[in-house]
């Protein structure tokens, strides 16, 4: 496959090479999106302990309420997946069915973490209650506000979709939404074993 | 191009299957294996890092296309950047820690426990 040249055969969102220049793009994207997590990651480690007057994240952190979470998360990123594959085969009534359910598990991650927000409030510990509390909920809050954000991202695309059918363009815009979705279970999959994990170890 | 896109989904089954696995493992090795906490934060953060790697290859596609190298390349190095800034971070202000000031360090936590235990 020559870089310049537009295809006739291959998955529909790689044909122009335009397309294929933005999907790049949106990957050199990604890369300083994990830069920019990666600032609130160090921020939380540093404050870790630093909890002042309000409770230990050992005291509030459940297994089974973040397990939940995880799930939710990792099964919308596989079903994200499996949307990306219907559309390959030339199926937007899969493309559809499944990018729905995702969103769904997604909107479901996002209800569990406002619950969980909203306990941890009840016992004490919010965005002022301490330097460890502010940088948890601020890592945790932008991976929350990036799946809120996706979530409505893919709403307006299945109207797209639904309007123009699959076309090369459509196709496109779905695999990057695709790759953002992944890329926010990338991040929660270090959320759940830094924050959630070592909190309740240390 | 390869020709994945027909047929049976294998490799997301596989991916996602793993994945679930190494979630359980590391969930199990954090609260149930009673590993020494060193050996617990390396091993979870090895599978984490396993995690990443079933989205990025099984999930994502990222090797695809003649942007495949640039692509890999990429997420490599923004992985490096983020490991030198985690770490970098951590080291740098691991100095003066042993200090415990008055003023909220690690040594206030302690503080905390004793007077709970007073009241």
């Known amino acids: 496959m020559s870089a310049e040249s537009d295809l006739t055969t291959g998955p529909l969102e790689y044909r122009s090479h335009e397309d294929r220049m933005t999907i790049l793009g949106f990957w050199i994207f990604l890369g300083a999106e994990i830069a920019l ?8 480690a540093v404050m870790f302990g630093r909890t002042a ?13 973040v397990l939940i979470m995880t799930f939710l998360l990792l099964t919308s990123s596989f079903t994200c997946g499996i949307a990306i594959h219907e559309m390959r085969r030339g199926s937007l009534k899969g493309l559809l ?7 769904l598990l997604g909107l479901g991650f996002l209800g569990f973490e406002i619950y969980e927000f909203v306990h941890y409030a009840h016992e004490g510990a919010t965005l002022p209650s301490s330097a460890f509390w502010s940088s948890f909920f601020v890592l945790t809050g932008t991976h929350g506000l990036h799946v809120l954000l996706g979530i409505s991202w893919a709403s307006l695309l299945i109207v797209q979709l639904r309007r123009r059918g699959l076309t090369q363009v459509t196709s496109r815009k779905m695999f990057v939404v695709g790759l ?8 929660w999959i270090f959320i759940f074993t830094s924050v959630y994990l070592i909190g309740m170890v240390v | 191009m390869s020709g994945h896109s027909e ?13 679930m696995v190494l979630t359980i493992a590391a969930a199990w090795a954090a609260v149930g294996s009673g590993l020494p906490t060193p050996w617990i934060i390396a091993s979870i953060m090895v599978m984490a890092v396993i995690q990443a790697g079933i989205q990025l290859f099984m999930f994502m596609h990222m090797t695809e296309t003649e ?3 640039i692509q890999v390349g990429n997420m490599l190095h923004a992985f490096f950047i983020a490991a030198i800034i985690i770490a970098g971070s951590i080291w740098t202000m691991s100095f ?3 200090h415990n000031h008055d003023d909220g360090g690690s040594g206030e936590m302690e503080m905390e426990n004793h007077q709970d235990m007073e009241e």
Do not use: N, Q
Request: aromatic residues 20%; glycine residues 10%.
């Open chain 1, 37 to 44: 997590f990666s600032t609130l990651f160090a921020t939380y």
């Open chain 1, 53 to 65: 007057k309000a409770p230990s994240p050992a005291e509030l952190f459940e297994l089974p309420m």
């Open chain 2, 7 to 19: 047929g049976f989904p294998k490799k997301h089954i596989v991916g996602f299957l793993g994945s």
């Open chain 1, 97 to 103: 069915t499944w990018l729905a359910v995702t969103l």
């Open chain 1, 180 to 187: 953002y979705w992944h890329f926010l279970d990338v991040i």
């Open chain 2, 96 to 98: 003066g820690y042993a």
């Open chain 2, 67 to 69: 942007s495949g190298g």
